[in-house]
């Protein structure tokens, strides 16, 4: 038996929430979590529509149901699973890299900031994509999830990317997954690399902060 792998077109959607006129100051590119889709992601993200941002949420490219309950089908996305994973991150970086393409075909860049949020399972998927992809990224904030243990900064090209780019590491002090051993581990990693960061705890557990997402906005 052999394995085989070949690219294909398909069709990927995005959501935008705000206006994409000249006055837009900053862009806003939000990573939902796992088995959430990103029209539901980007309501909670209302908070930061202030008519200077334009906020864009991608939804991961594997949908799936949540429940297999009959009477209640709910649909879930995901950025990647453990199979056939590195064919996934190469997809959805080229993706992310896609869409802020689209996003800038009718936006100056140059007026505009970008920053990068992403949210539990998010948070590998935007890590990834500052590293690895095309997009020139100025903020990156990490929500209630890991830095990829797995990418490797011992690449040049990845390090230097994500030590120009301003990183906040965002938790709960009662997230269940992110846990304070998970937070030392991430730090201490960023440390080791010469990679600056902000490090932003709020009580509460894994779950987006209203009052933390005014804060980031400035």
Same mark, same amino acid.
């Given at each position: 038996?052999? *394995?085989h792998?070949?690219s294909v077109?398909r069709?990927?959607?995005?959501?935008?929430?705000g206006?994409?006129?000249?006055?837009?100051?900053e862009?806003?590119?939000?990573?939902?979590g796992?088995?959430q889709?990103?029209?539901?992601?980007?309501?909670?993200?209302?908070?930061?529509d202030?008519g200077?941002?334009y906020?864009?949420a991608?939804?991961?490219?594997?949908r799936? /149901?949540? +429940?297999?309950?009959?009477? @209640?089908? %709910?649909?879930?996305?995901?950025?990647?699973?453990?199979?056939?994973?590195l064919? *996934?991150?190469?997809d959805?970086?080229?993706?992310?890299?896609?869409? /802020?393409?689209?996003?800038?075909?009718?936006?100056? %860049?140059a007026?505009?900031?970008?920053?990068? $949020?992403?949210? +539990?399972? #998010?948070? +590998?998927?935007?890590?990834?994509?500052?590293?690895?992809g095309?997009?020139r990224?100025?903020?990156?904030?990490?929500?209630? #999830? *890991?830095?990829?243990?797995?990418?490797?900064l011992?690449?040049?090209?990845?390090?230097?990317r994500l030590? #120009?780019?301003?990183?906040?590491l965002?938790?709960?002090? +009662?997230? @269940?997954?992110?846990t304070?051993?998970?937070?030392? #581990?991430?730090?201490?990693?960023?440390?080791?690399?010469g990679?600056?960061?902000e @490090?932003i705890?709020? !009580?509460?557990?894994? !779950?987006l902060? *209203?009052?933390? $997402?005014?804060?980031?906005?400035?």
């Amino acid at each position: 038996m052999q *394995e085989h792998h070949l690219s294909v077109s398909r069709t990927a959607r995005y959501w935008t929430l705000g206006t994409s006129s000249g006055d837009v100051g900053e862009v806003w590119f939000t990573c939902h979590g796992y088995g959430q889709l990103a029209a539901r992601f980007l309501e909670k993200l209302r908070v930061l529509d202030n008519g200077r941002r334009y906020l864009v949420a991608p939804e991961g490219l594997s949908r799936f /149901y949540l +429940s297999e309950s009959p009477t @209640e089908r %709910r649909v879930g996305a995901t950025w990647m699973t453990r199979e056939d994973r590195l064919a *996934e991150i190469d997809d959805y970086v080229r993706y992310l890299d896609a869409v /802020y393409a689209d996003v800038f075909g009718s936006l100056d %860049r140059a007026r505009a900031k970008v920053h990068a $949020l992403g949210f +539990s399972q #998010g948070t +590998s998927t935007v890590s990834r994509w500052a590293a690895m992809g095309k997009a020139r990224i100025d903020r990156l904030t990490l929500w209630g #999830g *890991e830095f990829p243990p797995d990418l490797d900064l011992t690449v040049d090209s990845f390090a230097d990317r994500l030590r #120009g780019v301003r990183l906040a590491l965002v938790y709960g002090r +009662s997230d @269940e997954y992110i846990t304070p051993k998970v937070v030392s #581990g991430i730090l201490e990693r960023l440390r080791q690399h010469g990679i600056p960061y902000e @490090e932003i705890p709020f !009580e509460g557990g894994h !779950e987006l902060n *209203e009052s933390v $997402l005014r804060n980031l906005a400035g």
